[in-house]
């Protein structure tokens, strides 16, 4: 099972019906303050699009994740600013759909459609959290996290965070993978590692899990004790209105540790 | 002006034609001073200021001083606009740390403009493949910064996509182009997500031949977006022409609803009779119509 529905099902306190079967809402009681709302881009082996069906953000993610994230917010319209309900990303997107359908069609609009909900909810004054979970690549990670005011990410050797997948980041820039990696140890934004990644001024939280493919109770509350904290530094620090994605945090990177 | 040949005299379709000035010919920073006012444009950050990608040199390219962005502010028919044009010519027109950093640098600046009274518009002169994968993650970040500062200035000025070749917009920027107000297209130009030949090497020759030349311009072509609903005006290659489609889609100001906001319109596209012959999608199943919603928890 990916990892984008275990961590959905290990945080969920009560699921939605959604609209598309690869997009998975459900309720998260943070413990204090509004439950959250998760979303998050699963697998659909049946998807109608041939070219989505592991996890990819194609057309129907694009319009479920904009649905999804709108609804929260025409929810909280009239609630006071600090009552609106946090909307955490679950991540873990190999990449956009690649296909021909999906270009026929337009994929950037649908892509554009998920980046201009999550915004519009930032501005509007929810806090919005990415939790990587493992990967987040390319267009899946712009439609689906990089709109967040907080990115949170497991410390797993697993999480990949990119903006391609490796053997294409190595054939388009006329490398092999080994040359690639070496580079990547001088020149960190090439890097896949997440640690790496976290040194760049994006991370606002590495979660050190004890299983990150199944998650324990633990390392569920771990993970629910770090969006908490998520969403009080977004409450503190978002001015509403204007683009507040920066290089680094007021309180700074950080790290949790898990008791396993 | 040389003397113009007795055929295109005698047929006045073709004076067009044989009048025009390229403007896709044209590079990044001629292109962004072509559309302005005469004499009013500025360029801020330009090249002799030498603020160039500090990614580029360990690995052995040559970085180029304007980092392949040009931002010229001037006027456009007598009112203030910034131009944001991408330069397709220097790695791909690919934006990375810095070239990101100017675009939205300059979109935040108008959006700050225009809330203390002095509107500014935005004009992006899109030719791109998306993220420099040279700068990886820093270059995908870039470009969310792009799209949040784009969406900060489009409640309040239209922002104008331009997309006339030969390059087009493809990968993370086609999210640009996506959320822009209005969208300027020529024949030229193409607008997609994914090139045919990257989705030909991540599924192969039969989901997408990118040998097959009438088939990309079918799918990501001008013409093929203009018809199919996806842009506003569909131009002559001719810097006249871009300029007078640039104006009107800045007259037109800010619309109640965006594309990217129409989320009824995008789903009914995906369903519809039409679009299901058109696209061969009878029998997959597309959902028709939105289910209700999640449960409204409070």
Known sequence: ?260 | MSDTPALVTERPELQALWHRRSFLELDARARAFSLLDDGTGQEYCDPFDRIESPWLEPQGLVPQADDGVVVVKGRLAGEPCVMIGIEGAFQGGSIGEVSGAKATCALQLAARDARAGQPVSAVLLLETGGVRLQEGTLGLNAVAEILSALLELRGLRPVIGVVTGPLGSYGGMSIVAGLCTRIVLTHEGRLGFNGAQVIESEAGAAEFDSSDHALIWSVNGGAQRYATGLADALVLDDVPAVRQAVITAVAGGVPARHRSEELDVLAARLSSGDDQARFSLTGLGIPPAPSPGPGAAS
């Open chain 1, 1 to 260: 099972m990916s990892r984008s529905q275990t961590w959905f099902d290990a945080l969920a306190t009560q699921t939605f019906p959604s609209w598309y079967r690869s997009v998975a809402l459900a309720d998260c009681d943070l413990g204090g303050g509004p439950a959250a709302r998760l979303l998050s881009v699963v697998p659909d082996p049946d998807n109608a699009f041939p070219r989505a069906r592991r996890g990819e953000v194609g057309l129907l993610e694009g319009i479920g994740l904009a649905r999804g994230v709108r609804e929260v917010i025409e929810l909280d319209s009239d609630v006071a600013d600090d009552q609106r309900r946090p909307i955490v990303a679950i991540v873990d997107v190999p990449s956009q759909a690649y296909g021909r359908l999906e270009e026929q069609f337009g994929e950037y609009l649908y892509i554009a459609a998920a980046v201009d909900a999550y915004a519009t909810a930032r501005v509007a004054g929810h806090p919005v959290i990415a939790l990587v979970v493992g990967s987040a690549i390319s267009g899946g990670f712009l439609a689906h996290g990089l709109q967040a005011s907080q990115v949170l990410a497991l410390d797993d050797d697993q999480i990949e965070i990119q903006a391609i997948h490796k053997p294409a980041a190595a054939r388009i820039t006329l490398r092999t993978i080994a040359e690639l990696d070496e580079l990547a140890k001088t020149v960190t934004p090439l890097s896949f590692d997440v640690r790496v990644w976290a040194t760049l001024g994006y991370c606002d939280g590495l979660l050190k899990v004890s299983r990150a493919d199944r998650p324990t109770s633990a390392d569920a509350d771990l993970a629910r004790g770090a969006l908490r904290d998520a969403v009080t530094w977004a409450r503190a620090t978002l001015p509403t209105g204007s683009s507040p994605l920066r290089r680094s945090a007021p309180a700074g990177p950080h790290s949790r540790s898990g008791s396993g």
